[in-house]
């Protein structure tokens, strides 16, 4: 009878809490909803049942309506925390009530299921909720959703508005300290490079009102990430160059320069600096001022009339050691790179009248050689000069002009330092210097090249082929350094020199076989000359003719042969010593032709009537090589290597010898009067 009576009980008290409940639900129907008295419904039910999910939601659209005289939307989360998760608990008049409140309160019917609505209802509430604390700009709500909601699904995106909101004050304080103390407070924040960046700033514009050099290079170092680094680099080199400048010593631009050597102002400071040393270096005049001058100026104009001073000077001593003292010499140049050592040596005329000279350069004879490319007037005066080089030794042979002006240089580079990997070189620069292109020409042998009028350049040497020997050759390219044909003949020799006359013809000098071609490249004549001779070199003459020198073990001979290939005279000499050779011809506009030849402790201009008699030799005694000559309007250029042998420290200490030589050229007025 008791469990009866308890039984009885309990539906009468769920009956009268659905009652109640219900009742709570009516106040909310009202139209305006009487938010106070469905709270009072609400709250007085989860008195006695606080687990009540119909009655956590009723309390929750209370606190979550803004219409409502008690909203508190922090609040209202409370409610929803309570009963999520727990909708199955509802009853089957919980159901209903609700379902009735919602059929009355939508403004929009639907025929979602009651969970389903109350679910969305829920993400509503939680919506507001974030909108609130995103909008509200109330930092204490923000804690305080914090504190109360842990486990709020959007707790990490509540986090980040706290961030904002605690990033806003401290930004209004606006000082290092306070954007320190909040990286310190907030370390993962998302507005911690915006308070880094506001350090920056303020620190940056703190040292700028300092403007020293100490406060710019602390600045440097302990903002290493700030956007003003770039700008402090450039105030702090501007603060040390203007402290430069006061000094204004060879030493206080030289400490500039090395301290800061990125610095915008470092070519202003070299400048000053040059100019001072370059008064020093007029002041004194003597190769010694020259050479610190270049050492430590190797380029701008400065240098450049340095340059032109310290080649004067050589140029002269050359003249004063060699006795040289024709009237005819208008003017001679020594070119000596900087104390290194130069070899070789080709020099050729441009169109405008200048003058681009080819050698060979090293630091010293343990070290690879490079070239180098120089520019003269027809003052003798340097424009520029290039030094152009692989990763290992190069040396130049020949230089040629396109019809572009550009400047074309030939010779050999290798890939290792194997001399097996010797290749065929050619690179081009512009008529200012500047590289266009550089390329090597795979395993080619050749000693001598010539450029027609269609930027055709014949390279001529030979081709060796197995245990046969070598074979006269001929390899064309175009001025982009692509081969165009390879010819090999079938004769045993090398090609030595190559010329082309006005009209094209091409005029090809064997060792022992020389032929005249036409521009397609036909055979015109050809002819086998004494086998026990070595032609070398050739040029044509103003009417067409041929004149060719060359020598072999016991005698110097000289050649001219028609157009049509008729020999005109051979002329030979006893050689005065068995290293005697011919290094280069000339011939004037009289059909005369001069030649430079070498031997071992001596050189000769020797002077040739247009019927092959001697007329005139000019000895040069002492260490110098004739390297070649070329016509200089109705004058000449010759370029020559002056040897001396100088001593440099070995590794050691002890002292070293060494052959150097410096690029000597000399400009007369007059062919004959060489």
């Not at 303020?202 to 020293?212: D, I, P, R, T, Y």
């Not at 080819?358 to 070290?367: F, R």
């Not at 050649?559 to 050689?575: C, F, N, P």
């Amino acid at each position: 009878m008791k469990n009866i009576l308890s039984i009885l009980l309990a539906i009468v008290c769920l009956t009268a809490n659905g009652q109640n409940i219900k009742k709570g639900y009516r106040f909310l129907e009202k139209d305006p909803p009487d938010f106070e008295k469905a709270l009072d419904v609400f709250k007085k039910d989860l008195a006695g049942n606080p687990g009540n999910v119909a009655a956590n939601f009723g309390v929750a659209l209370v606190y979550a309506d803004d219409r409502s005289p008690v909203f508190n939307i922090i609040d209202a989360w409370q409610y929803i925390e309570s009963m999520q998760g727990k909708e199955d608990q509802l009853s089957q008049e919980d159901i209903e009530i609700l379902s009735e409140y919602f059929m009355n309160t939508e403004v929009r019917k639907t025929s979602r299921p009651v969970k389903k609505k109350m679910a969305i209802a829920m993400e509503a509430i939680e919506a507001r909720l974030i909108k609130f604390i995103r909008e509200e700009n109330n930092l204490e709500a923000v804690y305080e959703v914090l504190d109360r909601y842990p486990d709020f699904r959007h707790y990490d995106n509540v986090i980040h508005i706290r961030n904002q909101f605690e990033y806003r004050k401290y930004e209004k304080l606006n000082t290092r300290a306070a954007y320190d103390e909040f990286i310190t407070k907030f370390p993962d924040a998302a507005q911690v490079p915006k308070a880094v960046k506001n350090i920056n700033r303020l620190a940056f514009q703190e040292v700028k009102s300092q403007n020293s050099v100490e406060g710019y290079s602390d600045y440097i170092r302990r903002y290493p990430q700030s956007e003003y680094l770039q700008t402090a680099i450039k105030l702090r080199n501007a603060a040390a160059y203007a402290r430069a400048k006061q000094v204004n010593t060879l030493n206080a631009y030289e400490d500039f320069i090395a301290d800061y050597p990125d610095a915008l102002e470092i070519s202003e400071a070299k400048t000053r600096q040059r100019e001072l040393l370059y008064e020093q270096a007029k002041r004194i005049k003597s190769l010694e001022a020259f050479n610190q001058f270049i050492d430590k100026y190797p380029d701008g104009q400065y240098f450049v009339d340095i340059f032109n001073l310290k080649a004067s000077e050589l140029g002269t001593l050359f003249l004063r050691e060699n006795s040289l003292t024709n009237p005819a010499i208008m003017w001679a140049r020594g070119f000596d790179n900087n104390a290194r050592l130069e070899s070789g040596g080709v020099v050729c005329e441009m169109p405008s009248g200048d003058y681009i000279l080819a050698c060979n350069t090293q630091l010293d004879e343990q070290s690879f050689s490079d070239a180098w490319i120089i520019k003269i007037g027809q003052d003798g005066k340097m424009a520029w000069n290039k030094i152009i080089g692989q990763a290992f030794a190069d040396s130049v042979t020949h230089v040629l002009i396109d019809n572009s002006n550009d400047i074309i240089v030939l010779g050999y580079t290798y890939l290792t330092a194997d001399s097996t990997s010797r290749m065929g070189w050619m690179f081009k620069l512009g008529s200012d210097g500047k590289k266009i292109w550089n390329k090597n020409l795979g395993k080619i042998e050749f000693t001598a090249c010539a450029i027609d009028q269609q930027n055709r350049i014949y390279l001529g040497g030979y081709q060796e082929r197995d245990s046969l020997g070598a074979f006269y050759a001929v390899t064309t390219f175009n001025t982009d350094a692509k081969m165009l044909g390879e010819k090999v003949y079938t004769g045993k020799g090398s090609i030595n020199d190559i010329a082309i006359s006005p009209n094209g013809d091409i005029f090809l000098c064997g060792s022992n076989w020389i032929m005249l071609m036409e521009p397609r490249r036909y055979i015109k004549w050809d002819h086998a000359i004494d086998t026990s001779l070595t032609a070398t070199s050739c040029a044509f003459s103003p009417s067409g003719d041929v004149f060719l020198a060359g020598y072999n073990k016991k005698k110097i001979f000289y050649a001219r042969y028609s157009a049509d290939g008729k020999k005109i005279w051979l002329k030979d000499y006893v050689k005065a010593d068995s290293t005697q050779v011919i290094k280069d011809i000339l011939l004037s506009p009289e059909n005369t032709m001069l030649t430079l030849e070498q031997t071992g402790s001596s050189a000769k201009i020797k002077l040739f009537s247009a019927s092959g008699d001697v007329t005139g030799v000019k000895e040069l005694f002492g260490n110098i090589t004739l390297q070649s000559v070329i016509p200089a309007g109705s004058g000449s250029i010759m370029l020559a290597t002056d040897r001396k042998t100088v001593e440099v420290p070995g590794g050691g200490g002890e002292m070293q010898k060494f052959t150097d030589g410096n690029l000597i050229v000399i400009r007369y007025s007059t062919i004959n009067s060489m």
